[in-house]
T-cell receptor, first 117, second 113 residues
Framework: AAGVIQSPRHLIKEKRETATLKCYPI?????VYWYQQGPGQDPQFLIS???????DKGSIPDRFSAQQFSDYHSELNMSSLELGDSALYFC????????????????FGPGTRLTVL | GESVGLHLPTLSVQEGDNSIINCAYS??????FIWYKQESGKGPQFIID?????DKRQGQRVTVLLNKTVKHLSLQIAATQPGDSAVYFC????????????FGTGTRLQVTL
């Protein structure tokens, strides 16, 4: 079965640079979520989109922005990168269209490992 | 890939034994709970879920128990196998459109031969 696709898988940036992470949800999923996971930490929610509209916001820095496009893929834009932004960034998707047994189940992609030097 | 959960609680079990991983959740209003398995360098993988109107749910080799009185979840893995070695997270959610997951502290499961 098709899974969530994230690109790139690895990204190395210098401080103060910008980065763009991409997420392609499972086909027919209309909702995407972004999570950040630091070393030894649990994933922390950043932001989510449902039907191309931002639906919830967590601990996302003002330097970060995100959007969901008409084909439901999402991009996380990160500017003025700091050393502390080094982490694994996961995208998850779910279907909130009312179908399926468990519409709230979020399925995670493989993540993008961002290293800021 | 980088190890996940370098300083997480660790549970060591012998292959073939049963494993029990515990989790305390924080929000009494949460109505949906999920267990995820995360292998090193990979994304969390869905294992099993349970709604707040249930106290037990069984899957293949796994059972989730929910005690709402004390806000406690447990994941039981029967006949633990080496491939079960990973970090396990419980997550809670207040259901609704695009609701966020709140993860608990992970537990590293080490299966010894």
């Amino acid at each position: 079965a098709a899974g969530v696709i994230q690109s790139p898988r690895h990204l190395i940036k210098e401080k103060r640079e910008t980065a763009t992470l991409k997420c392609y949800p499972i086909p027919r999923h209309d909702t995407v979520y972004w999570y950040q996971q630091g070393p030894g930490q649990d994933p922390q929610f950043l932001i989510s989109f449902y039907e191309k509209m931002q639906s919830d916001k967590g601990s996302i820095p003002d330097r970060f922005s995100a959007q969901q496009f008409s084909d439901y893929h999402s991009e996380l834009n990160m500017s003025s990168l700091e050393l502390g932004d080094s982490a694994l960034y996961f995208c998850a998707s779910s279907s909130n269209r009312g179908g399926g047994v468990n519409p709230d189940t979020q399925y995670f992609g493989p993540g993008t490992r961002l290293t800021v030097l | 890939g980088e190890s996940v959960g370098l300083h997480l609680p660790t549970l060591s079990v012998q292959e073939g034994d049963n494993s029990i991983i515990n989790c305390a959740y924080s929000n009494s209003a949460s109505d949906y709970f999920i267990w995820y398995k995360q292998e090193s360098g990979k994304g969390p993988q869905f294992i099993i879920d349970i709604r707040s109107n249930m106290d037990k749910r069984q899957g293949q080799r796994v059972t989730v128990l929910l005690n709402k009185t004390v806000k406690h979840l447990s994941l039981q893995i029967a006949a633990t196998q080496p491939g079960d070695s990973a970090v396990y997270f419980c997550a809670e959610i207040l259901t609704g459109t695009a609701s966020k997951l709140t993860f608990g502290t992970g537990t590293r499961l080490q299966v010894t031969l």
